[in-house]
């Protein structure tokens, strides 16, 4: 069993002003087991500190998140607040 695993993992906000919606990150999906390191790199703007607050449970109320985000097989993308603080 993986650490930790997305499986076609999207972020995406509600435009203000319109109803378009803005992805920022897009389908990603990887798996991380104990002891390996992943690395995230990209241009600025091309989502990774979005996918790390994600990954946390801490993209802000305008954000949708969508996708599976497991660890330790636990499915993290359904958890209450509360969850979420107490496996942080």
Do not use: C, P, Y
């Not at 390996?36 to 703007?45: A, F, H």
């Not at 330790?72 to 942080?88: C, D, I, M, N, Y």
Request: charged share 25%.
């Amino acid at each position: 069993m993986a650490l930790l695993e997305t499986a076609n993992l999207k972020v995406s906000f509600t435009l203000d002003d319109h109803d378009a919606k803005l992805t920022a990150v897009d389908e990603v999906s990887f798996e991380l087991d104990s002891g390996q390191t992943l690395g995230i790199v990209g241009e600025s703007g091309s989502g990774k500190t979005t996918l790390a607050l994600s990954l946390m449970g801490l993209v802000d109320g305008a954000g949708l998140v969508s996708g599976n985000i497991r660890f330790r097989g636990q499915e993290l993308t359904s958890l209450k607040e509360k969850e979420w603080k107490t496996l942080r």
